[in-house]
């Protein structure tokens, strides 16, 4: 055999080898996904404005302004607008993670529901309270609704100045239009016609400083929220 093809031989020896795996060895780490960021709107402005609407509305027909004193058009606000609007942001407000204010918005969401069930003849309220007893079952109506605005009120101390003022004038509003039930006082219905007007606006502003930010209209537009009480209190 010549020397030649023992080099060759050799050399075709040299071309093959075996990969060995070392057992202990760390393996690569997986390439990392990077999170998606979703983005969520705050629905608060929307519960404020249709509160602040209802109120709104109703206060104004219990004023009897311009000799319009029929609620029937508190119906069509009360349950198109702040009953389905509230109660949808009462639950987002919940999935949000906001246990106070999906509490308040899913409360008055169905206050206004069966506010503006009181006037549909379907329901058969007057029906079954003839006379006085109608009223009187107003003024139970409203009273309850007037502890659950306290409850909210007193939970409400450190948010701010607009939500509480709101608060605060709605329980002024259903405390004189309550007692306006069960007295007959006109006097007191003004009253809580007036104050339910002051709230409204109240509710306005807590919207709109939620509403009016950087992204959507100029500085000189926009509202501060009037923190009312620092976070550490």
């Given at each position: 055999?010549?020397?030649?093809?023992?080099?060759?031989?050799?050399?075709?020896?040299?071309?093959?080898?075996?990969?060995?795996?070392?057992?202990?060895?760390?393996?690569?780490?997986?390439?990392?996904?990077?999170?998606?960021?979703?983005?969520?709107?705050?629905?608060?402005?929307?519960?404020?404005?249709?509160?602040?609407?209802?109120?709104?509305?109703?206060?104004i027909l219990t004023l009897d302004a311009k000799q319009v004193g029929a609620s029937?058009?508190?119906?069509?606000?009360?349950?198109?607008?702040?009953?389905?609007?509230?109660?949808?942001?009462?639950?987002?407000?919940?999935?949000?993670?906001?246990?106070?204010?999906?509490?308040?918005?899913?409360?008055?969401?169905?206050?206004?529901?069966?506010?503006g069930a009181l006037f549909l003849p379907q329901i058969g309220l007057a029906a079954?309270?003839?006379?006085?007893?109608?009223?009187?079952?107003?003024?139970?109506?409203?009273?309850?609704?007037?502890?659950?605005?306290?409850?909210?009120?007193?939970?409400?101390?450190?948010?701010?100045?607009?939500?509480?003022?709101?608060?605060?004038?709605?329980?002024?509003?259903?405390?004189?239009?309550?007692?306006?039930?069960?007295?007959?006082?006109?006097?007191?219905?003004?009253?809580?016609?007036?104050?339910?007007?002051?709230?409204?606006?109240?509710?306005?502003?807590?919207?709109?400083?939620?509403?009016?930010?950087?992204?959507?209209?100029?500085?000189?537009?926009?509202?501060?929220?009037?923190?009312?009480?620092?976070?550490?209190?």
């Open positions: 055999m010549s020397s030649n093809s023992v080099t060759e031989k050799e050399g075709s020896k040299d071309n093959y080898y075996v990969q060995t795996v070392n057992m202990d060895a760390t393996p690569a780490p997986a390439p990392q996904m990077q999170p998606y960021q979703r983005t969520y709107g705050n629905p608060a402005p929307l519960g404020m404005l249709a509160y602040g609407t209802v109120f709104l509305c109703s206060s029937n058009m508190v119906l069509v606000f009360a349950t198109f607008y702040g009953g389905i609007s509230q109660t949808l942001v009462g639950m987002w407000e919940m999935f949000l993670g906001n246990t106070f204010s999906a509490t308040v918005f899913t409360t008055y969401g169905g206050f206004n529901l069966s506010y079954a309270y003839p006379g006085e007893q109608f009223y009187y079952a107003i003024g139970i109506y409203l009273a309850i609704w007037d502890l659950i605005t306290f409850v909210f009120l007193l939970g409400a101390l450190r948010t701010t100045t607009p939500i509480i003022a709101t608060l605060g004038f709605t329980v002024c509003a259903l405390t004189c239009l309550s007692a306006n039930a069960f007295t007959g006082n006109p006097h007191l219905a003004t009253a809580g016609g007036a104050l339910g007007i002051i709230a409204s606006f109240g509710a306005y502003y807590g919207a709109l400083s939620l509403f009016w930010t950087q992204q959507t209209t100029f500085s000189f537009i926009r509202l501060p929220p009037l923190i009312a009480a620092p976070s550490n209190v």
